[in-house]
T-cell receptor, first 113, second 109 residues
């Protein structure tokens, strides 16, 4: 158990809908990262927050947004969902800024039908 | 980001040492070498990282070549639980971690 929690574990929704994925980092960790893992693309970095501020952005679609709240939990919002958004979404946390090691949550499996 | 080359797959017998190689010939002087692994149906798991000298922790050892163009992750006694995809990631901390395809390690009982 990494200490990072993600909810929900599974999510099934229809195209065009909007969902919110939630991540609670390990106690004391200030950095939160979001990744997407699909079969054809592998593990792709989406976005990094540090103590409430956005620090880095990867290939995150404009339909996707994230934020980190004062209690350090983070949410990833996915809107206008498409079939291709079906994937595993992982959240990771680290105590500070890179290159500190990242601890990953168990992931949220999103299925868009 | 430095390009990495890892074998697609490797096989090991249980309780034997495993040496997982990684070539990163374009590594920069400030890049740490990180290793993560991903067990089936789980999120990636940090294994070890180092800069220049060899590193040991409870999970593994990391041997870094003197010219830093390659490194080897050493699992001293493979167990069935070590079957996973292992990712070698050079990274300075100024850019996000880039996970390539990694090496899929199979452990045979």
């Amino acid at each position: 158990d990494s200490g990072v929690t993600q909810t929900p574990k599974h999510l099934i929704t229809a195209t065009g809908q909007r969902v919110t994925l939630r991540c609670s980092p390990r106690s004391g960790d200030l950095s939160v990262y979001w990744y997407q893992q699909s079969l054809d693309q592998g593990l792709q970095f989406l976005i990094h927050y540090y103590n409430g501020e956005e620090r880095a952005k990867g290939n995150i679609l404009e339909r996707f947004s994230a934020q980190q709240f004062p209690d350090l939990h983070s949410e990833l919002n996915l809107s206008s969902l498409e079939l291709g958004d079906s994937a595993l979404y992982f959240c990771a946390s680290s105590v500070g800024l890179p290159p500190y090691e990242q601890y990953f949550g168990p992931g949220t499996r999103l299925t868009v039908t | 980001d430095a390009k990495t080359t890892q074998p697609n797959s490797m096989e090991s017998n249980e309780e034997e040492p495993v040496h997982l190689p990684c070539n990163h010939s374009t590594i920069s002087g400030t890049d740490y070498i990180h290793w993560y692994r991903q067990l089936p149906s789980q999120g990636p798991e940090y294994v070890i990282h180092g800069l220049t000298s060899n590193v040991n922790n409870r999970m593994a050892s990391l041997a870094i070549a003197e010219d830093r163009k390659s490194s080897t992750l050493i699992l001293h006694r493979a167990t069935l639980r070590d079957a996973a995809v292992y990712y070698c990631i050079p990274n300075s901390g100024n850019t996000p971690l880039v996970f390539g395809k990694g090496t899929r390690l199979s452990v045979i009982a």
